[in-house]
């Protein structure tokens, strides 16, 4: 059953948990620029390794394939797809054979808008939501609608909401999140590089919020911008679990429990 309303939506699915332990991943990836094709051929690895460690909830950067900075709607048309386009034709079949979760960023074709964008893909490949991002930094203004609408999704592992990077600073956001039942925030993002720690920001905006954050960013150049890395698993306790280098693409995963209490059992970063 789905329940729409204004701002929210909330995604009803059977709540059948696996396991004792859930394993959540963050995935960092710098994107060639305009070149989705390479990108999601980059992407499916990185979510092959993430599946392969067992993670049940794999979350990929915001504009995972195409990259971020664009100067106008007419420079990124060409890159933008649909929702049920080439990018969800790659994650879906990873979902199924990693029974596992797939949120990816992408730039949303719809009509003549664009949108900065995440799907939301279930165990059974089926895309569940898409979620618009909603607060837009000056950087999306050139060229998205902004979204209206916040989600929870109810998942094997309890509810899931999910953002998208400047989202965090929104009040509205935060007011979402504090009143949902959302256990999980699944954060797609392309944190700028402001000389400062990301982490402990993210903590702060976060605090008072008793849920487990999956935050995966890209790093490096884009155009004049540069991304800070860092993506990370943090605990209700804001605890980083799990987190990236400042460079390098990467996967980070964190086994917590499905109760989810602060008691997780985390070695840092897991990679084959």
């Known amino acids: 059953m789905v329940v729409f309303s204004r701002r929210r939506v909330v995604v009803r699915l059977s709540n059948v948990f696996y396991g004792w332990f859930v394993k959540l991943a963050a995935i960092q990836y710098r994107p060639p620029k305009g070149k989705p094709h390479q990108a999601r051929e980059a992407l499916k690895g990185l979510i092959s ?15 995972a394939t195409t990259g971020y ?4 709607k007419d420079d990124l048309l060409p890159h933008a797809e649909d929702r049920s386009g080439p990018t969800y034709e790659m994650v879906a079949p990873l979902a199924i054979k990693h029974h596992a979760w797939i949120v990816c960023g992408f730039a949303e074709r719809c009509g003549d808008s664009l949108y900065n964008a995440s799907m939301v ?3 059974s490949g089926r895309l569940v939501a898409c979620y618009r991002k909603v607060f837009l930094y000056e950087t999306d203004v050139s060229w998205a609608t902004p979204g209206d609408e916040r989600m929870v999704i109810s998942t094997d592992f309890g509810g899931m909401t999910v953002g998208i990077c400047m989202d965090i600073n929104d009040p509205d956001f935060l007011h979402h999140l504090h009143g949902s039942d959302a ?6 993002t392309n944190w700028i590089d402001e000389g400062v720690e ?25 155009g004049d911008v540069t991304f800070s890395g860092c993506s990370a698993v943090l605990s209700p ?4 679990l ?5 460079t390098g693409d990467d996967v980070v995963v964190a ?4 109760d989810f209490l602060d008691i997780a059992s985390a070695s840092g970063v897991l990679r084959p």
């Open 49 to 63: 390794r993430a599946g392969d460690l067992g993670a049940k909830l794999i979350v990929c950067p915001e504009m």
């Open 69 to 72: 900075v664009w100067e106008a």
């Open 121 to 123: 893909v279930g165990p």
């Open 183 to 188: 256990k999980v925030f699944s954060f797609c």
């Open 198 to 222: 990301v982490h402990p920001y993210w903590r702060w905006r976060l605090s008072g919020w008793d849920g487990w954050t999956v935050a995966a960013n890209s790093w490096g150049e884009d």
């Open 237 to 240: 306790a804001g605890r980083v």
């Open 242 to 246: 799990a987190a990236c280098g400042r």
């Open 255 to 258: 086994e917590t429990s499905p």
